[in-house]
Structures are given as structure tokens and as C-alpha cells.
């Protein structure tokens, strides 16, 4: 029968002493103990297994839960910034960016604008004209703040002038929460990319991050056998025992820095034949998935490294582009292309009409120069004239101007190896006539000037600085005596700015200490009264008039040499003395971004907006020396409310004036990067930039069609064909060496 238990109190009876109950052993009453207790305790313990399983079942569906809503988040994000990169919408873009520093920010609001976001054009990779189908990988780190996305996109290569191959890489992005937004983010170096690391193979010696190890080691390999084959080629002339020290890059900036012409780099030298160069590491540039990604990356590299290896090597030959092309045509490896438009894009038809003209270009690369002219309507090339006439030499440089209204173009012929400068010649029609010859020996910049005279002459104006004599003047060209008997410079020694009215001019010259000084003068340019120190002078009306002046208050060598404050003033004709003060540079100082504000601003011209009728733009600088790093602004200015707006921020723009071009759409200017050209491109109606790398630096800027819709800008062996407004790019191939400038011209 079964054992009866009695249950007894605690209070009432001591513990009895532990039993053993094991079996064959006695200690009834230690089993009796146990079970007590474990009658009491073992439905509790249950109850709290049943509580904790239930408990962690809904808390992990609730992070589940709460993961899937930050990772659709995220992901909406990441859409949105795929979007806005795809479509080069800087503006919306910029909204996309975690406030992480401006350094930052601008680079990758560069990126886009240059098309540089997923296009790796030097290294020969163009991401494929559709966005990624693959659904993005998302992590998020466990505080659910930041997260990384990789996507599969697809990569169009050129294997060879014709044939085109398409791979897949991967692209990574990182995203950190901003006050609920996620934005794109730079990575936490330590921990996104790791220990720097260093693989030595041969004549390679190969740095990198920790994250791309792997496909790194295969690379020190393959690159070292590219360099070796590259360097059995007898015409790469490499240098005995020389050892390439590569280093893949971490920072964005490199992805800016590919764009550089790969004949203007220098490689650094290091412990005597150790070169040194830099490129993007492959998580930059896109990780490869599978082995047609990898020789796709491998040979993006190999060909940028053995091209500038090549040119290095052989810098005092000075190849040419196909020259080059050839020589790495033998390993089957391309070198950087110099265009940026996408290899399908010449096939795509213009979005809006071609302009009715043709396009003039004049090329040095033999002896005599050639003019050879396109025709559009037909699309061929023909010479404007079988050869450019007179004697050249080696020491000579043509620069090519429009023609007022395109109706022909000036050719300046500039002799360095002479006394006389050379001659300026007139193409109109196909025919080329001499203007002037034995011009002053001085370099001119010539652009095309129209006075608001009553009879609407046309004069060509030529700037003037000889060094000798320290004059700085105008030379003026009367086209409308020239061809002819008249045809002559006529000089000023200052620059006419006249009235709508005709009535009255103003007179720009520079002083002895270099500032320009203005003056009143009569309808001929006669001086009637002496103003001060001022530039950029801008008649409103017949009798008003603004011009920029430094502030009063300041020593002047103070100011020439560390520069200060400057006013834009209003001035009538009644009463010279007074000035009214419309704009300081402070105030444009305070419409700046605060971060990296400079201590002055120097307003170095304002001019009516093209459209807007009750809007300035304004242009200021930094310093007024070039020892400083120099940044340079455009805003607008409304001179009814005084709203400011930023327009156009430029580091480093190398002081050129901008130019409003393309029926008043546009404002344009000229800069180096890098030490290479580029032109900045700035959308008045969109309130967008776009930046242009070029081979050349036009002295004039660059030239817009009669409908204001496309420009040309010269490149090696190439025209570009531009319509900014339209985002679209035609190549026109001539092949022909040096032809530096282009012009439009009536057909």
C-alpha cells in the first residue's frame, strides 16, 4: 500500500538531519523533506518556464518587429538616395546627408554632380543605365543607430573600342539615424574598415584595409604579373629595379581625385625607385561577387597603374593618347578613356534639336595648323581650310573667339619665339583673312566686348599687361571697319562703361598700387570727374549707377595685403561725393555656412540677374593674395527685401570671372583641380551645378550655341558635345592632336 505523508509546519518541528535516499539506503525522512519542497516549489518553477517562454516569444517578435520597421526605414532611405543619385538631384541629395562635417557633404554632393556616385570612368567602370533589381542587404548594428546596405548593382566595362561586357559589384552605403531620419553616413574607420595591412610581391608593394583582405592578396598577386608583363614591353622604357608602392584608399576623395587626367600625375618617389601612387580600395569602387566582377576590377586598375607608369617613364617623349592606347592594347588592358560620357551614350538620340550651326575648332598637332569645321546637320568633319597660312613654328599657340552673333570667328596667333606676337586673322565663310599683323608682344585675353553704344558697334577687346613698362591698358578692335583700310587697334587706357542713355561713361584703370580707380566721364570718354577707388561698375539707369568699393575706414596697405571689408554702393551722377551703402561682404560673410566662415570676404563683381529683374549676382573671394588657400561665392542679392542666396561655392577657383552664357541660363566658370582644368556650370532656372573636366583652358571660357542650349569644350582627340539643361553628352571624334579651342559658327 502507498506510504502516508503528514504534512507538518515548519514552526512546529525542526529540519530533521539529511537522509540518504538513495537506493538500497534509509533516510525515509530526508525524502520526506524533498518532496515537501518540491511539492511547493515545482508549480511555481513551471509557472515562471510558461512565463519566460511566453515573455520571450512576444519580446523577440516584438524586436523582430521593431528590426523590420527600422530596416524598411532604412531602406526607403537608401531608395530615395539611389533615386536622387541616379537623376543627379544634388538638392535633394544634400537633404540625404548626415551632418557629419562639410568636407563630407561636399564631396559626396560632388560625386553625384560629377556622376562619380557609382561611375568609376578611369578605372573603365560605368554602372549599367537601370538602377539595381536585387533587393539590398541591410545590417543594423545592435543599437539599431546605424546600419549598412550592400547592393548588387550592375557594371558596364569596355573590353574593347566595340564591345562592351556587363558585371556585377557590390556597392556599400552606410546609414545612421538622425533624430528619427536616416541619412547616409561616413563609416567608423576602426571599425568599418579595419587595420591597415600590406602584402609585398615582386615589384608590387600593395597597402590596404583589413575589410578587403581577401580580394587585396589575390590583387598584390595579379598586379605584380601585369606589372612585370608591362615592363618586358621595350617601349615602356621602366626603370631597373623599380618597386610600385599602391596604396588603396579609405577616403571618398579618391573617388574625386580618379578623375584627374592621368598624364598630369606625378607619382611621388620613395627610398629612390619606390614610386608612389593611390587609388580607391575595392569596397570604394564596387567589391566584386564573382570572377567577371574581379577581372573587371583588376583591369580597371592595372590599366589607370600602367598608363601612368607609361607616360611617367616617358614624359620627355610626350605620348600621345593612342600612343598609349597601343602599347597597353598589347596586355589587353585599356587605359583610362578621356571622355566621361557612358560607352552607350553616343548612340542615344539628343533630347532636344541640335542647334543649325556648325562648330569651328582649329588643331596644332602638325605643321601648319589645320582649321577643320563640323558639320552637324550631316554629321562629318571637313577642313574649314586645307592649312592655316603663314609660317609657323613649334613656339606658336592659336587661340580661336567668336565672332559677334557666331558670324565667323578671330583667329590670335601668338609667337613666343619672337618679338612680334604674330597676327589676328578673321575665318568667316570658309575664307581666312589677315586682320592685323605685328601685334604687341604682350599676351592678350581677348573676349568678345558689345559697347551699348547708339549705333551698337562690335569691338573685340584685348587686355593688355606688359610687364616692362607695368601699363595695363584696352586694346579695341572695330569689327565693323575691319577687314578694310581702318582696321587698326585703337587703345584705351581705360575700360568704357556707358550709360543706356549714351550721355555718360564710366572709366575703370588700375592705379600704381594696383586697385582699379573709377571716373565720370562724357559720352566719348572723356573724363569729366574722378570717382575713387572702385570696381565693377553697373549702370541701373540713365544717371544711377552701383559699383564695389573697400570700406573707407580701412588702411589701404592693410588692405591690399591682408584684405578686408568691401561695400557695394549707390552712386548718381547729380552728386559724386555720396554714396550710399546697399551691401557689405559682411553681410555675405553671415549668409555663408558657419562652418569654415572666412575672417573677410572681398566682393569682386555684381551684374543683373539675366531673368530676374530685381536681382544681383554677386561674386566675392577670400584674399587678394594667392599665398592663402582662396575660396570663391556667388549669391543673389534682391534689392527690394535683401534676401541672400548662396548660389555657386568654389574652393580654389583660380580668380577667372563668371561668365552668364546660354541665352541667360547659365552661369559659367572657369577653374583648375587637381591641376587640370574644369568648368562650373551652374543652372540659374534649376538651381543646379554641374562641373566639367576638360584638357584644355579656354582663355574665353566656353563657347554656347545661338539658341543658348549646348556648348562645346575641346578634349583630346574629341569634342564634347554638351547639353547641360538636358543632362546629355555627344561625342565628336576627329582624332586629331591639340586642338585646344572651339567656336560656333552660321552655317
Not at 606589372?227 to 618597386?243: D, G, I, K, T, Y
Not at 581702318?486 to 598700387?513: I, M
Amino acid at each position: 500500500m502507498p506510504v502516508k505523508f503528514e504534512w507538518q509546519a515548519e514552526q512546529e518541528h525542526e529540519w530533521a538531519e539529511e537522509q540518504d535516499v538513495t537506493p538500497g539506503g534509509g533516510g525515509l525522512a530526508g525524502a520526506v523533506s524533498l518532496l515537501k519542497h518540491w511539492r511547493i516549489w515545482l508549480p511555481l518553477l513551471a509557472l515562471f518556464i510558461i512565463i519566460g517562454g511566453v515573455a520571450y516569444v512576444l519580446l523577440n517578435r516584438q524586436a523582430n518587429k521593431t528590426s523590420r520597421l527600422v530596416s524598411n526605414d532604412v531602406l526607403a532611405s537608401h531608395q530615395l538616395v539611389m533615386q536622387t543619385a541616379a537623376s543627379r538631384d544634388v538638392d535633394v541629395f544634400a537633404t540625404m546627408l548626415f551632418p557629419y562635417s562639410r568636407d563630407w557633404s561636399t564631396t559626396q554632393v560632388q560625386l553625384v554632380d560629377r556622376q562619380l556616385f557609382w561611375d568609376r570612368p578611369p578605372l573603365g567602370l560605368w554602372v549599367a543605365p537601370y538602377l539595381a533589381q536585387a533587393e539590398p542587404v541591410i545590417m543594423l548594428a545592435p543599437d539599431l543607430q546605424t546600419a549598412i546596405v550592400e547592393t548588387k548593382m550592375p557594371y558596364i566595362t569596355e573590353l574593347s573600342d566595340t564591345v562592351t561586357e556587363t558585371v556585377t559589384l557590390v556597392e556599400t552605403a552606410v546609414y545612421a539615424n538622425n533624430d528619427g531620419q536616416w541619412q547616409l553616413a561616413p563609416p567608423d574607420a576602426a571599425a568599418f574598415w579595419g587595420q591597415t595591412r600590406t602584402e609585398e610581391d615582386g615589384r608590387l608593394i600593395l597597402t590596404f584595409p583589413a575589410r578587403d583582405l581577401e580580394i587585396a592578396q589575390k590583387l598584390a598577386a595579379d598586379l605584380d604579373a601585369r606589372l612585370a608583363e608591362f615592363c618586358r614591353l621595350p617601349e615602356a622604357n621602366c626603370l631597373s629595379n623599380f618597386q610600385l608602392g599602391l596604396t588603396l584608399e579609405t577616403d571618398e576623395d579618391q573617388l574625386l581625385a580618379l578623375e584627374q587626367d592621368f598624364r598630369t600625375i606625378f607619382p611621388r618617389r620613395s627610398g629612390g625607385n619606390t614610386l608612389l601612387l593611390s587609388l580607391p580600395a575595392p569596397t570604394l569602387v564596387g567589391r566584386p561577387v564573382d570572377e567577371a566582377g574581379y577581372y573587371a576590377l583588376l583591369n580597371g586598375y592595372a590599366g589607370w597603374v600602367t598608363a601612368v607608369l607609361f607616360f611617367e617613364f616617358n614624359r620627355t617623349q610626350q605620348p600621345d593618347y593612342q600612343t598609349i592606347k597601343q602599347i597597353l592594347a598589347q596586355l589587353d588592358l585599356r587605359p583610362p578613356p578621356l571622355l566621361r560620357e557612358r560607352p552607350w551614350q553616343a548612340q542615344i538620340p539628343p533630347p532636344i534639336p541640335l542647334p543649325q550651326q556648325d562648330i569651328l575648332t582649329v588643331c596644332q598637332g602638325g605643321q601648319p595648323p589645320e582649321i577643320w569645321r563640323y558639320d552637324l546637320a550631316q554629321s562629318t568633319w571637313g577642313d574649314g581650310i586645307a592649312a592655316f597660312p603663314g609660317d609657323f613654328s613649334p613656339a606658336t599657340w592659336i587661340l580661336l573667339f567668336p565672332m559677334p552673333d557666331d558670324d565667323g570667328a578671330v583667329f590670335l596667333v601668338n609667337r613666343f619665339d619672337a618679338e612680334s606676337a604674330g597676327q589676328l586673322y578673321l575665318w568667316r565663310d570658309g575664307e581666312v583673312t589677315l586682320l592685323l599683323d605685328d601685334a604687341p608682344s604682350s599676351y592678350w585675353l581677348p573676349s568678345t566686348y558689345v559697347l551699348p553704344a547708339a549705333d551698337s558697334k562690335h569691338f573685340l577687346t584685348f587686355y593688355q599687361d606688359t610687364a616692362e613698362t607695368g601699363r595695363i591698358g584696352f586694346d579695341i578692335l572695330d569689327l565693323t571697319t575691319c577687314p578694310g583700310p581702318d582696321c587698326q587697334l585703337q587703345n584705351w587706357d581705360r575700360l568704357k562703361h556707358t550709360a543706356p542713355g549714351d550721355d555718360h561713361t564710366l572709366l575703370q584703370n588700375v592705379s600704381d598700387f594696383g586697385l582699379p580707380i573709377l571716373s565720370m566721364g562724357d559720352g566719348e570718354g572723356q573724363i569729366l570727374q574722378e570717382i575713387g577707388l572702385g570696381w565693377s561698375p553697373l549702370w541701373l539707369n540713365d544717371t544711377t549707377f552701383i559699383y564695389v568699393r573697400p570700406d573707407p575706414a580701412l588702411d589701404l596697405d592693410f588692405f591690399i595685403n591682408n584684405g578686408g571689408e568691401t561695400e557695394l554702393v549707390l552712386t548718381d551722377i547729380s552728386d559724386l561725393t555720396s554714396a550710399e551703402i546697399m551691401l557689405s561682404s559682411q553681410v555675405l560673410r553671415d549668409a555663408l555656412p558657419e562652418f569654415g566662415r572666412p575672417l573677410h570676404l572681398l566682393m569682386l563683381s555684381v551684374t543683373h540677374h539675366p531673368t530676374q529683374s530685381d536681382l544681383w549676382i554677386v561674386q566675392t573671394t577670400t584674399v587678394l593674395n594667392t599665398a592663402v588657400p582662396r575660396q570663391d561665392d556667388w549669391f543673389t542679392v534682391n534689392q527690394r527685401t535683401g534676401k541672400i542666396e548662396l548660389l555657386l561655392e568654389l574652393a580654389d577657383a583660380q580668380g577667372f570671372p563668371a561668365q552668364i552664357e546660354g541665352n541667360g541660363r547659365y552661369l559659367t566658370v572657369m577653374g583648375m583641380e587637381a591641376g587640370s582644368p574644369v568648368y562650373y556650370v551652374h543652372d540659374l532656372e534649376r538651381q543646379q551645378n554641374r562641373t566639367y573636366s576638360a584638357a584644355f583652358l579656354s582663355p574665353d571660357g566656353i563657347d554656347w550655341s545661338a539658341d543658348g542650349n549646348w556648348f562645346v569644350l575641346p578634349d583630346e582627340g574629341v569634342l564634347r558635345l554638351i547639353a547641360p539643361g538636358s543632362r546629355y553628352e555627344r561625342p565628336l571624334f576627329h582624332g586629331q592632336d591639340q586642338c585646344g579651342t572651339a567656336v560656333w559658327v552660321n552655317n
